[in-house]
């Protein structure tokens, strides 16, 4: 086991800076995400760390060693790629054995080790089978197996749930969570989806045009944003933004209820919303209107559990109100959070 | 009833490719009964070409086999198809691996420059050739042409093999990589052997222009004993304006079935090999 940090990585593919900066620093064991839209500069951030691309600039380092310079097959990591990547001339057994081959190991030894990780993941029953016999979820398991022998003190995992479909994916998220638990080994995981990350990691790092724009704990991510791009990309709907005279004022669709039916005793804040239309997602609704702001009128978005049966109706005007704790302010310029003003 | 529909629809088609088929065979059925013909049977005009009015005889097969040195033409062809091959593959491979993965844009650019090469006629180039051939003190030597015939075999090799190896993923070469490989491992062990019909295409074209080579083989080579078969048979078979037809066509039919097996052998993945080497290349 090991931790992974980057110091001022940077890495330009012509005028364009892919990754622009990025200190980074993982926890022994830990389970972090890089979270971002597509383009941010995820993924080749961890074909730097894998050793893929070479940096422009800055560090990279693998449990406290330099490895800027070392081939991919030095740095004692793992890697899984969003197609798996699985070799399509070799059984399963063949494919989880190659890393091994490599290593020299004999060929009992092999056996013995891929078996163990064929076990641990469930798939003893597929080794004599072509990656093309397999299915999605079945692959996933043997790109994981792969990575799994060769004992990597870093697993680096991009997107590897993307090429499921949605049931598959939920089961699968829980399972390599468990299984990450389970070998302790430190992992960077990629993925542009936010329930992913929310769901899985220990931290998540989101970035945005090359930058980490935060890095925390799924909590501190979606509760207390460092900047407008972390309040909006997490949370769906988004974090409601509405312009102030100098500043932008923050608040989550969920913490922005009619009056009448909330029942708080903290201080609080009510807005005129004016709906302009209901959806009905089975265990939510979601309330689209407008609410006064500096520059004329802000959309807001309310999210109502299904629960509260309040009748609310478009194109009609209501109080609604907002906990000042959960109110979040940033800078109208920057983007970036600020302290709390006076409202 | 609707097959028998739809056999009648297809009966035009048919019909089209029964007639191409006779068109493609007709030579070589021509060939075939010819070379065991007497020469008062081939040349009496009144006769049917196509039938045998007098007993077919071996004369014209013993006139190929012991009287010329036909197994000598067939062996250089042989010899200098298998080296330029080999040349082809050592050299092809690593340039087109090379070109289709580690230069990029310029890859594809450099790609075509090198295929443009293929298309200057060996009519123009065997000139400026024959001094190289001259310098080396290879005329008349069979060296000449595994010396040449590369110069044509590579850059159109070089050209298919980029399009194979384009539409192998890199995802899979570059987990060979962090799975432990050098990039020359990486490629050996994943990326040739998921390019085996890319490259069985290529040591089929490569045999086959070698074999079939004209002008190169008759401007170098005149000795006897190192000719190859394309130019062995023609200058040896025919003497002045004496033609040993008979001949002539034993040794067509005798080297093409071979070749026409050969290719047979290998069709399915030599169209694969040439539409995608179309496509990507």
Known sequence: ?343 | MTNLKGGLSRTPVYGIVTLFAIFAALPFFWALITMFKEDSDLYTPANNPFLYNLPPTLEHLELLFFRTQFLRFVFNSLFIGALVVVITLVVAVPAAYSLARLTGRWGEQLGIAIFLVYLVPPTLLFIPLSRVVAILGLQDSLWSLVLVYPTFTIPFCTWLLMGFFKSIPRDIEEQALVDGYTRLGALVRTVLPLSIPGILTVVVFAFTLTMHEFIYALAFVSVSAQKTISVGVTTELVRGDVFFWQSLMAASVLVAIPVALLYNLFLDRFVAGMTLGAVKG
């Not at chain 1, 609080?268 to 997602?281: A, D, K, P, S």
Request: charged residues 25%.
């Open chain 1, 1 to 343: 086991m090991a931790i992974v940090e980057t110091r001022g990585l940077r890495k330009h593919f012509g005028d364009v800076a892919a990754v622009d900066g990025v200190d980074l620093a993982s926890k022994e064991g830990e389970f972090l995400v890089l979270l971002g839209p597509s383009g941010c500069g995820k993924t080749t951030l961890l074909r730097l760390i894998a050793g893929l691309e070479q940096p422009t600039a800055g560090e990279i380092l693998i449990g406290g060693q330099v490895v800027n310079g070392l081939p991919p097959r030095a740095r004692k990591i793992a890697m899984v790629f969003q197609s798996y990547a699985l070799y399509p001339h070799m059984t399963v057994f063949n494919n989880i054995a190659f890393p091994l081959k490599a290593q020299g190991m004999s060929p009992e030894e092999r056996k013995k080790k891929v078996e163990w990780a064929a076990s641990l993941l469930g798939i003893n029953r597929l080794l004599h089978r072509f990656p093309r016999q397999l299915s999605g979820g079945e692959r996933q398991r043997v790109a994981l197996a792969r990575a799994l022998v060769r004992e990597p003190s870093i697993f680096l995992l991009d997107e590897p749930l993307s090429n499921l479909d949605a049931q598959l994916r939920a089961s699968a998220r829980d399972e390599l969570q468990q299984f990450q638990r389970r070998i302790g080994t430190t992992t960077v995981y990629v993925t542009h989806d936010q329930v992913e990350a929310m769901g899985m990691g220990d931290r998540i790092s989101v970035m945005y045009q090359g930058k980490v724009r935060q890095i925390g704990t799924p909590q501190e991510i979606y509760h207390e944003p460092a900047d407008t791009f972390v309040a909006t990309f997490l949370g769906s709907p988004p974090m409601n933004l509405v312009e102030r005279k100098d500043y932008l004022l923050g608040f989550r669709p969920e913490h922005f209820l009619p009056k009448d039916i909330a029942s708080v005793q903290d201080k609080t804040v009510t807005f005129q919303f004016r709906v302009t239309r209901v959806e009905y997602l089975g265990a939510d609704r979601l309330i689209y209107g407008v609410v006064a702001g500096a520059n004329g009128e802000s959309k807001a978005i309310s999210r109502l559990s299904a629960t509260l049966t309040f009748p609310i109706e478009p194109g009609k005007g209501y109080d609604f109100l907002i906990r000042s704790q959960d109110l979040k302010f940033f800078d109208k310029a920057t983007g970036l959070r600020t302290g709390p003003k006076l409202l």
